[in-house]
């Protein structure tokens, strides 16, 4: 595909080093000749110095060709005009925006073929706030995605040195076959989509489907508590922690939301009614104390300063919070965090890109999640009547090496396959992938060319 991009910030950055290194014909557009130059220098995509609210800009950037255009500037006025514009150039191309205001995203007509015209609407903010949410349904994970609804649960966790799964084949594990399928093992930075041969050993972070009404008794499989939730202490008051502080309003949970800036805390305290709003440094040991982070389940570091973030997190972890989520946008940053004891990272960024690539990726998507490190997903795809994974047992499909089905959703009906599955037209189908084998993947996905 030929993807044009607007906004080479961090976002834009990742954005385009992701679809370069999947061989899209990327260009990035920014007025920012620093920019610019980082995007020459470090990644194989063509690049624009000019305004993405720019006509003559989009046109010389060759708009009027491309497939796709991403608007991923930190100015939601920015995005928005420049999917109004190639509309206008390119009336058959995709658009996504990148939009973060409350008020433009209530104004759902704003965004339909009437008005801007835009196809798809990304607010990394919700994305995330959706995903420390669902971390907090299972405290005891290090990531939880939910698929096809929340019926189909993905559950990272790490593995302890005195797990009796240490060491173990997969294939050994008979007695769990139709209950839950390990679809990916990350171990260190490297990630494996396991066979039967592969072996789980101690400190893996291993990534498990399940079945939502199994979710308990996988959990005790894994001695994995799952302790109610009572106590949470926010630190950061911008969109994420507000959207996240007026959820946990509406719930019975005790939350607490601490800023330093009095005026924030001041509207907040207006607007919540459960949740108590403490103007504050969350950065500041005695005030931790007096709020009794040691008796939290969570605290969630989510301020727009990212150091301040990892720092209150360690902090929070030594006066005895029982599990941290850390805000981070560097992804430099991330392999890094579970070495100093921090626990959970979301991310805007990564949220972004799950987002972008269900609309790029050739079949019929339907979500895409980037998994620890990013060099693997899990993908949530229909079969197609004509693809070459129907109508035949999963052990005679020719997947590629570093692919696996995780599940098959038919109707009510959740299977966890096993080789003489079989995947009929219209299933759901939970698949793990490796970056580098996904265009292999894409074209089993895909409509044969015969069908035509």
Known sequence: MKINIVGAGEVGFHIAQRLSEESHDVVLIDKDPEKIQRISEHLDVQ??????????VLKDSG????????????????????????????????????????????????????G???DHIINPQSAMVESILGLMKVPGAADVIDFVGGRVKLIAFKVPKDSPFTGRQLISFKELEGRLL??????????????????????????????????????????????????VIIVGAGQTGTALASALDLTSIGAK????????CARLAEKLKRVIVINGDGTDKDLLQEENIGGADFM??????????????????????????????????????????????VSPRLSAVRAILQYIRRGKIIS????????????????????????VPLSRVKFPKGAIVGAIVRGDE???????????????????????????????????????
């Open 257 to 264: 939301i601490i800023d330093k800036d009095p005026e924030k």
């Open 300 to 345: 969630v570091a989510i301020t727009g300063d990212e150091e301040s973030n990892i720092l209150m997190s360690i902090l929070g972890k030594g006066l005895g919070a029982r599990k941290t989520i850390t805000r981070v946008s560097k992804l430099s940053y991330i392999p890094l965090i579970s070495a100093i004891g921090i626990d959970t990272v």
């Open 414 to 452: 959740i299977i966890i396959p096993r080789g003489e599955s079989i995947i009929v037209p219209k299933d759901r189908l939970i698949i793990f992938s490796l970056q580098d084998v996904i265009p292999k993947l894409e074209k089993l996905l895909t409509v044969k060319l015969e069908y035509f």
């Open 47 to 56: 690049t624009y110095l000019g305004s993405g609210t720019s006509p003559q």
């Open 182 to 231: 390990v679809g990916a093992i990350v171990r260190g930075n490297h990630v494996v989509i396991p066979r039967g041969q592969d072996r789980i050993e101690a400190e893996d972070l291993v990534y498990v489907v399940v079945r939502n009404d199994e979710l308990e008794s996988v959990l005790q499989l894994f001695d994995i508590k799952e302790e109610s939730l009572r106590r």
């Open 116 to 118: 801007l015209g835009i």
């Open 368 to 391: 895409v999640a980037p998994l620890k490190g990013e060099h693997a997903e899990a993908i949530e795809a229909e079969a197609l009547e004509t693809s070459d994974i129907v109508n």
């Open 63 to 114: 708009i009027t060709e491309a497939d796709m255009l991403v608007a991923a500037t930190d100015s939601d006025e920015v995005n928005l005009i420049a999917c109004l514009l190639a509309r206008n150039l390119n009336h058959y191309m995709l658009k996504v925006a990148r939009v973060k205001n409350q008020e433009y995203l209530a104004e759902k007509e704003l965004f339909s073929e009437d």
